[in-house]
C-alpha cells in the first residue's frame, strides 16, 4: 500500500511522515475510533460549549461510512448515532439526578451546500429555487433561516430524520462511485439545557445552547476521472467549495489578518466551527488504494495543516428566558365538549385577570365571581361549573370563573371588585370580545358586586344569581329588570336572611326566584337544586336571548385573552385557593369593608409599591410588581420590576402593573385614533328600531320646527324642504336658485323637480311657519313683511325677464402618467328662455395672454370641453360668445380646476324688452365683457339691463383665501 500506519499518531506516505492527534489503520473499529476522537466532543457538548466533526476526503475514501455507519446507519455504528446516544444517555441521567431543576431538549436540523445553495432535508419537498438565505444571530452563529428543526428523543427517531433527509440529498454516479454524494451535508443538532437557579424570577428560567455539527463533505474529484474530461456543474461546485475551505483553514492556521468565510457558502455554514470558539475535529479518510494515493496525499497534507489552528473553545451565554408556554406539563382535557382549562383575560385598564373555563367561546356566555373570603378563587365554582354544562344539553354555554383582582392567580387590589364592579365586569365581558353576557352568578360578596354592577351597566346581563347573597340598600334593585335568582342558608349568620326575605316582600326585584334552606333539614340543597333553577329561570327566555343573540361574540370586539393552562390548572390550586369540592359555605367569609386597604386616589407609584411589597412578604403578588415606561423616540413601553430593576419588552403574564385599573389617578389625555363604540353602542335589532323609531320622531319634531332658511338665515317664508338633502329654503331662495338649476344651493345635491315644481316634504314645517308669520303679522315684525316683500318682487322679476342658466365647472380621470391628472373644463347651456344662445366658448390656461388656448365651436353633447393634463391645479378662464343676434355681451368665467369633480350654475336674467331691441338693432346690451368670479367655485346670478351696467351676485358669496 502506498501509505501505511506506524503508530497511534503517525502515519507515513510516500516516504514522508504525517504527525496527527490520532491514526487509525484499516483494521480499527468505528467504536475505536469513536472513543478517542467523538466521545471527548460529547464532555464538551454538555458543557455548553460547541463542537463540530467534519469527515474530509476523496470519494470512496469511507467519509459517509465513518459518519454515519454502514447500511445508511442500520447498525448505528457511525459516529453520529454513537455520539447521538451518548449524548441520549448523558442528558437524561443529568435531567434525573437534578429532581426537576434542570432539564435537556434535543433538536435536529439537516441541510446540504449543493451548488452553492442551501436546501433544507428535513423538507424534501421544497422547490429548488435560489435556497435557504444566511443569517447572522446575536451571538455570531450562521444559520439558514427557515430550515426545519425538530425535537428528538431517541436514536432512532435521529437516524429515521437522518435517512429521510438523505434520500433527498443529491446523489448522482461518476466514474469513482455508483452513488456519489454531489453535496455537503450539515446535520445539526441543538442541545438546550434549561435550569432555574437561586437568581431566577417567577416565570423565567435560564437557557444555554451548544450546537453539534456533523458534517459529511462530498467528495473532491478530477473531472478526467469522475466525468471523463466533461466539465460537471456539481463537480465544480463541490471542489469549489472544498477548495474555499482549504483556504479558510490554511488561514486560521497561519493566523491571519483575514479569514475569507464569506467567499462560500459551505464556509460561511461552518464559520462558527471553525472560528475557534468550537470544539473541531476533523476524520481525514483516505484510501488505501493506488489509484487513489493521489487525492488521499493531499488529504493527508491539508489535515497536516488543518491540526495547527489553534482553537480555544468558548461556552455559549446563558440567558434568562421568560417562561411563556403555559401548557407546559399540562395536558388537553380529553373531553372535547367541556373543554376545561384556564386563561389569562387582559381586560384594558385592568391587570391581567386569572380565570378557569368551560365549553366552547363560541357559544353563549355565563360568567361566575366569587366571594371575598381570603381562600376565594375561580375554583370556587368548578363543580357548579359542570353541573349547570351537564343538566343544559343540549343547549351549550361558554363558562368563565374570574379570580377577582388580587384574589386567587390575579394580581391587583382586592377593592376593585366591590369599588368598581361595573367597570371592572364589563372589561373583563369586552375582554372576551362580547357586549354582555346571558348571565353573571355571584356568591357573598361577589353576587352584591354582580347586582352593583348591573345597576351602574344595567345591559351588561340580561339575568342574575345570586348564593348565600351579602346584600346592602336592597331598596335600589328596583331600578334592575333581569330576571334574578336568589338562594339563602338560614343557618348561615355571615349572610342573613332576613335581608333577602325584605327582598322578597317588597318586590324590591320585579322578576324574582327566591329560595331558603336549612342544611339541617334539608341537606346542601344549594348544591343539588341551583343549576336546575338557574336553567329553569333561563328556559323561559331563550327566544329572547337567541333573537338578542345574548352572551355571543361580536365582531367588532376582539378576543384579549390568551391560555393560561390545560386540565391540570383548571382542576388544581395553590396553597392560597380552596377548591369546589367542600361547596361555597364554608368560603364566603364576610370581610367588614375596612379590613380591606385601600389606595387613595392621590397616592403616589411609592406608596403603591410599599404596601404591595409589604403584601408580598405574606404570599401576595407583591413580588411581581413591575412598572412600565415609554420611550418618548420609539413609544416603545418596557416593563420594570420594582424589587430587581429586571426589564422587559413583553408584559409579563399575571404581571401587577403599576397604574393599570383604577388603583391611582392617571393624567387625561386626549385620544390618538378616534375612540371604539362602548358598549352601550351595541345593540340588538329591537334596540335599534327603538332607536331608529325614536330618532325619525326627533328629527321630524326638529324639522317641524326650524325658523330660518338654511341659504340665507331670514325668516321662513312658504318655506321648501328638499326631500333628497332635507335643507329648507324660504321661497325666494328656492325660487331663485333651485327651481332654476334644479341643485340645492346649500349642500349641492340634486333636487327632484316635477312638472316644473320643487318635490318638497314639509306640509308640518309649512303649517307651523304660517302660523308663526301670523303672530309676527299681528306684532308689526319688519324682517317677515320684508321677506313677503322680496318674494313677490322675485316672482315678478321671473315674468319680466327671460332666463339663461349656464352650468360650468371640471371633471378628473388619471393618465399615463403617476404624476398627472388629466382636467377637463366644461360649460354648457342647462337651460333657458332663448333657444341655443351660445357660439363658441374660448378656454385660456395663461390669463395673462389675451389669445385663447382653445376655442370650441361645436358642442359635443351640448357640452364645450377642453382637456388638459398637469401636475396640479391651474386657472382656466372660459369665455362664453353669445349669437350675435341676442345682442348679449360676452360672459367671462374666472375660474380654477379643482382637485375634485365640480359643478356650479350661473342664473343670467335677461329683460325681455331689451332682448327684442337687441335683437333688432343688433347692437350689444351693456358693456363689452361681464366678468365673473368663480374662485372659489360657486353658484350666482347676472341681470343684465340695456344702458346699465350689469348686476352680478353669488350664493353663498366668495371666500377669501388662496383660491381666490
Request: proline share 5%; charged share 25%; with cysteine.
Amino acid at each position: 500500500s502506498w501509505v501505511q500506519h506506524v503508530d497511534g499518531a503517525t502515519a507515513r506516505a510516500q516516504g514522508t511522515k504525517f504527525k496527527y492527534d490520532n491514526v487509525f489503520g484499516p483494521e480499527a473499529s468505528q467504536a475505536a475510533v469513536y472513543q478517542a476522537s467523538v466521545a471527548p466532543l460529547i464532555d464538551i457538548i454538555l458543557t455548553g460549549t460547541s463542537a463540530c466533526i467534519f469527515a474530509y476526503g476523496s470519494t470512496g475514501a469511507g467519509k459517509t461510512y465513518s459518519m454515519i455507519g454502514p447500511g445508511g446507519g442500520e447498525k448505528a455504528t457511525g459516529m453520529m448515532p454513537l455520539a447521538a446516544a451518548e449524548l441520549f444517555r448523558r442528558t437524561a441521567r443529568l435531567q434525573q439526578d437534578a429532581v426537576g431543576r434542570s432539564e435537556f431538549e434535543l433538536r435536529v436540523s439537516y441541510v446540504e451546500v449543493y451548488c452553492n445553495r442551501v436546501r433544507d432535508l428535513l423538507a424534501p419537498r421544497e422547490p429548488r429555487g435560489e435556497g435557504l438565505a444566511l443569517r447572522e444571530a446575536e451571538d455570531g452563529r450562521v444559520y439558514a433561516e427557515g430550515m426545519t428543526e425538530i425535537r428528538v428523543t431517541s436514536v432512532q427517531q435521529l437516524l429515521r430524520l437522518e435517512r429521510s433527509g438523505s434520500k433527498a440529498r443529491s446523489t448522482e454516479q461518476t466514474g469513482v462511485h455508483a452513488h456519489s454524494s454531489r453535496s455537503h451535508a450539515l446535520l445539526t443538532i441543538a442541545v438546550e439545557r434549561r435550569w432555574r437557579g437561586d437568581d431566577s424570577h417567577v416565570g423565567s428560567f435560564h437557557s444555554q445552547v451548544a450546537y453539534l455539527t456533523l458534517c459529511d463533505l462530498a467528495g473532491s474529484e478530477s473531472m478526467e476521472r469522475a466525468h471523463d474530461g466533461a466539465a460537471d456543474d456539481a463537480g465544480i461546485a463541490t471542489n469549489l467549495g472544498l477548495f474555499h475551505l482549504c483556504r479558510v483553514i490554511k488561514a486560521r492556521a497561519e493566523s491571519a489578518a483575514v479569514v475569507p468565510y464569506r467567499d462560500s457558502v459551505l464556509t460561511r455554514l461552518l464559520q462558527t466551527s471553525l472560528c475557534g470558539t468550537a470544539a473541531t475535529c476533523m476524520l481525514a479518510c483516505v484510501s488505501p488504494a493506488e489509484a487513489d494515493a493521489g487525492p488521499s496525499l493531499s488529504t493527508l497534507r491539508f489535515a497536516a495543516v488543518a491540526r495547527r489552528m489553534q482553537l480555544t473553545p468558548t461556552a455559549a451565554r446563558v440567558v434568562s428566558v421568560l417562561d411563556d408556554d403555559p401548557m407546559a406539563g399540562d395536558v388537553h382535557d380529553h373531553d372535547p365538549q367541556l373543554q376545561r382549562r384556564a386563561m389569562w383575560i387582559e381586560p384594558p385598564g385592568y391587570n391581567d385577570v386569572y380565570a378557569r373555563c368551560v365549553g366552547d367561546p363560541a357559544d353563549p356566555l355565563l360568567l361566575y365571581v366569587h366571594g371575598s373570603g381570603p381562600t376565594n378563587s375561580s375554583l370556587t365554582w368548578n363543580d357548579f361549573a359542570l353541573d349547570i354544562a351537564r343538566r343544559a344539553s343540549p343547549r351549550t354555554f361558554y363558562h368563565v370563573a374570574i379570580d377577582c383582582p388580587g384574589y386567587g392567580r390575579s394580581p391587583g387590589d382586592r377593592q376593585t371588585i366591590r369599588s368598581y364592579p361595573g367597570a371592572f365586569l364589563e372589561a373583563v365581558v369586552r375582554a372576551l370580545g362580547r357586549r354582555n353576557v346571558v348571565a353573571v352568578i355571584g356568591s357573598s360578596q361577589g353576587c352584591a358586586s354582580a347586582f352593583n354592577a348591573l345597576l351602574e351597566r344595567p345591559k351588561l346581563a340580561y339575568a342574575v344569581a345570586g348564593i348565600h347573597p351579602v346584600t346592602f340598600a336592597p331598596e335600589r334593585f328596583t331600578a334592575l329588570t333581569q330576571p334574578a335568582l336568589l338562594i339563602y342558608n338560614t343557618e348561615d349568620p355571615g349572610h342573613p336572611v332576613s335581608v333577602g326575605r325584605v327582598i322578597r316582600s317588597k318586590q324590591y326585584l320585579r322578576q324574582l326566584s327566591y329560595f331558603e334552606f336549612a342544611p339541617s333539614r334539608d341537606g346542601w340543597w344549594d348544591e343539588e337544586h341551583m343549576g336546575t333553577e338557574l336553567l329553569e329561570i333561563l328556559s323561559c327566555h331563550w327566544k329572547a336571548i337567541d333573537k338578542k343573540q345574548v352572551g355571543l361574540q361580536m365582531e367588532e370586539l376582539p378576543e384579549l385573552g390568551k391560555v393560561g393552562g390545560g386540565l391540570r390548572a383548571w382542576c388544581g390550586g395553590d396553597e392560597n385557593e380552596q377548591g369546589s369540592v367542600e361547596n361555597l359555605r364554608d368560603r364566603d367569609i364576610v370581610q367588614p369593608m375596612t379590613a380591606v386597604s385601600l389606595l387613595c386616589a392621590d397616592s403616589n407609584g411609592e406608596e403603591q409599591a410599599q404596601r404591595l411589597n409589604d403584601t408580598s412578604a405574606k404570599g401576595g403578588d407583591g413580588g411581581n410588581l413591575w412598572k412600565t415606561t415609554l420611550d418618548p423616540k420609539t413609544g416603545m413601553v418596557t416593563y420594570v420590576h420594582v424589587q430587581t430593576g429586571r426589564t422587559s419588552a413583553v408584559r409579563p403574564t399575571g404581571a401587577h402593573v403599576m397604574g393599570d385599573g383604577h388603583t391611582g389617578s392617571l393624567p387625561a389625555v386626549d385620544p390618538l385614533f378616534e375612540p371604539v363604540r362602548g358598549m352601550d353602542a351595541y345593540e340588538d335589532e329591537e334596540e335599534k328600531c327603538a332607536r331608529v323609531a325614536a330618532e325619525a320622531a326627533e328629527l321630524k319634531q326638529s324639522e317641524a320646527s326650524q325658523e330660518r332658511c338654511d341659504l340665507c338665515q331670514k325668516v321662513l317664508v312658504e318655506p321648501y324642504r328638499f326631500a333628497s338633502c332635507r335643507c329648507a329654503l324660504c321661497a325666494c331662495c328656492a325660487e331663485a336658485t333651485a327651481q332654476c338649476t334644479h341643485t340645492c344651493p346649500v349642500c349641492g345635491s340634486a333636487v327632484k323637480i316635477r312638472k316644473g315644481r320643487i318635490q318638497t316634504d314639509c306640509e308640518e314645517l309649512q303649517q307651523q311657519a304660517a302660523a308663526r308669520l301670523e303672530r309676527l303679522a299681528g306684532s308689526g315684525d319688519s324682517e317677515a313683511e320684508a321677506q313677503f316683500e322680496l318674494l313677490q318682487a322675485t316672482r315678478d322679476k321671473r315674468k319680466r325677464h327671460s332666463m339663461i342658466v349656464i352650468e360650468y365647472g371640471c371633471t378628473l380621470s388619471s393618465t399615463a402618467s403617476a404624476a398627472k391628472t388629466s382636467y377637463t373644463t366644461y360649460t354648457r347651456l342647462m337651460k333657458g328662455d332663448v333657444q341655443w344662445p351660445i357660439k363658441s366658448v374660448d378656454f385660456n390656461i395663461n390669463p395673462q395672454y389675451s389669445k385663447p388656448t382653445a376655442s370650441v365651436k361645436q358642442a359635443s353633447n351640448g357640452i364645450y370641453a377642453f382637456e388638459y393634463a398637469m401636475g396640479g391645479r391651474f386657472p382656466c378662464v372660459m369665455t362664453i360668445h353669445f349669437k350675435p343676434e341676442l345682442g348679449l355681451m360676452p360672459l367671462e368665467i374666472n375660474f380654477k380646476v379643482q382637485d375634485a369633480d365640480t359643478k356650479r350654475h350661473i342664473i343670467m336674467y335677461l329683460a325681455k324688452d331689451n332682448v327684442a331691441a337687441g335683437r333688432q338693432s343688433g347692437r350689444r346690451i351693456g358693456k363689452a365683457v361681464v366678468e365673473f368670479c368663480a374662485r372659489p367655485p360657486c353658484s350666482g346670478w347676472i341681470d343684465i339691463k340695456k344702458d346699465v351696467p350689469p348686476m352680478v351676485g353669488y350664493f353663498p358669496p366668495p371666500k377669501c383665501g388662496d383660491d381666490r
